[in-house]
């Protein structure tokens, strides 16, 4: 199974930008469907930016004009470059492989998270 690491997240204050990387062990060029979900405390799991083999991105109506998905296939690698920040951005960050849809997501193999702070 595809092993997923992520790097990138930290404190920022809002108004901030960052990087999310998300390194797969395996070529990722035959994946469909790649994505970042995050969870907060206390709130639900979502599916905030996701990306196709063809490059087709979808995002949650709370990031679109503000987060940028994208992947490079030949370094096995998923990105989230997150712009204009707020504090209801802050939560774990997680790189997924999905199937379904965008809207209607089957997650599978997941990373181990990485924490984004976004202070006021």
């Known amino acids: 199974q595809v092993r997923l690491v992520e790097s990138g997240g930290g404190l920022v204050q809002a108004g901030g930008s960052l990087e999310l990387s998300c390194a797969a062990s395996?070529?990722?060029?035959?994946?469909?469907?790649m994505g970042w979900y995050r969870q907060a405390p206390g709130k639900q799991r979502e599916l905030v930016a996701g990306?196709?083999?063809?490059?087709?991105?979808n995002y949650k109506d709370s990031v679109k004009g503000r987060f940028t998905i994208s992947r490079d296939n030949a370094k096995n690698t998923l990105y989230l470059q997150m712009n204009s920040l707020v504090p209801e951005d802050t939560a774990v960050y997680y790189c997924?492989?999905?199937?379904?849809?965008?809207?209607?997501?089957?997650?599978?193999?997941r990373g181990q998270g990485t924490q984004v702070t976004v202070s006021s």
């Open positions: 997924t492989i999905y199937s379904g849809t965008f809207d209607y997501p089957i997650t599978g193999p």
């Open positions: 395996e070529n990722i060029f035959s994946i469909n469907a």
């Open positions: 990306i196709t083999r063809g490059g087709n991105t």
